[in-house]
């Protein structure tokens, strides 16, 4: 055998080594190709959901933004449209699911046309709503400028019904006729009252007046205030105060009196509790807001 000979085999075994390998290569730039060209499909099919989304989702924040604005500016003029924007949020929320789930685009399309037609039928209402009150406006204009002319008319009238019935008010009012003041000591175990005028012998301060009968005052229970002012101007109280004029100002001593429709006489004690000094004690008397009455006394 020649070297010829014994070398044509070889070459043969090459040749088919070689064209394995070429199938193979071939078969791996086909699986290459396939498995590159699915990426891609699978990139651009992705890219395209997400820009899908995008899309959706701007649909649904606009219409959510001009729903919001609409509300803001009209929902509380009718119960039904509060009622409108109940649904209209429920449905919101069904769509943002959808969209969030990757749901199918034509799903959330549909539904979006939905509630576009909702909100755009909650527009016109407002629309008619507001047809409506100018139309009220218009009439009630109208309806003023009547009663206005009327009120004119009448105004006269008013003015002296309210300028008596302030004198009246002011009118209805018990005074504090007669009001005394001075330092007491009691003596006989304090079944005897002794009228004293130096600080130091002071162990109460008495306060008598009498109310006069008033028609325009109606009978019942009263609470008469009295506000014991000393030298220094500081008044006596123990903290305790009430309303005067709009203002809580305190007090030193109150009682309750029962008015009959009758004049009555009313006695206080103010029952010492710090040091009374020497000097010009200025008394006030209170009753319904209103002072009724004054005096003063010195006490040497």
């Known amino acids: 055998m020649t070297d010829i000979d014994a070398k044509a085999p070889k070459t043969l075994t090459y040749k088919i080594i070689i064209g394995v390998e070429a199938l193979i290569i071939v078969a791996l730039l086909v699986l290459y190709v396939t498995a590159r060209t699915?990426?891609?499909?699978?990139?651009?099919?992705?890219?395209?959901?997400?820009?899908?989304?995008?899309?959706?989702?701007?649909?649904?924040?606009?219409?959510?933004?001009?729903?919001?604005?609409?509300?803001?500016?009209?929902?509380?003029?009718?119960?039904d449209l509060g009622a409108k924007d109940s649904t209209i949020q429920a449905q919101a929320n069904e769509i943002q699911k959808l969209i969030e789930s990757n749901a199918g685009k034509n799903q959330i399309q549909r539904k979006l046309d939905y509630l576009r037609g909702i909100t755009q039928d909650y527009v016109s209402q407002i629309d008619k709503l507001l047809k409506e009150n100018d139309n009220l406006k218009t009439e009630v204009k109208g309806m003023e400028e009547n009663i206005k002319t009327e009120q004119d008319k009448s105004s006269s009238l008013a003015k002296d019904k309210d300028a008596l019935k302030e004198q009246i008010n002011n009118a209805a009012v018990l005074q504090a006729y007669g009001i005394v003041a001075t330092g007491i000591r009691l003596k006989q175990g304090g079944k005897k009252e002794e009228v004293v005028e130096k600080a130091n012998r002071v162990e109460k301060i008495k306060i008598s007046f009498t109310m006069v009968k008033n028609p325009l005052v109606e009978a019942g229970l009263k609470t008469v205030y009295v506000r014991i002012a000393r030298p220094d101007n500081a008044i006596i109280n123990d903290g305790a105060s009430f309303d005067y004029e709009g203002k809580q100002i305190m007090y030193s001593l109150k009682q309750d009196v029962y008015y009959k429709g009758s004049s009555i006489s009313v006695t206080l004690y103010y029952e010492k509790t710090d040091r009374i000094v020497a000097g010009t004690y200025n008394i006030a008397v209170f009753m319904d807001g209103k002072d009724i009455g004054q005096t003063q006394f010195t006490l040497k």
């Open 38 to 79: 699915k990426v891609n499909t699978f990139i651009v099919e992705k890219e395209k959901s997400i820009t899908e989304r995008q899309v959706l989702q701007k649909q649904l924040d606009s219409l959510l933004t001009e729903h919001e604005k609409m509300r803001k500016e009209y929902g509380n003029m009718t119960k």
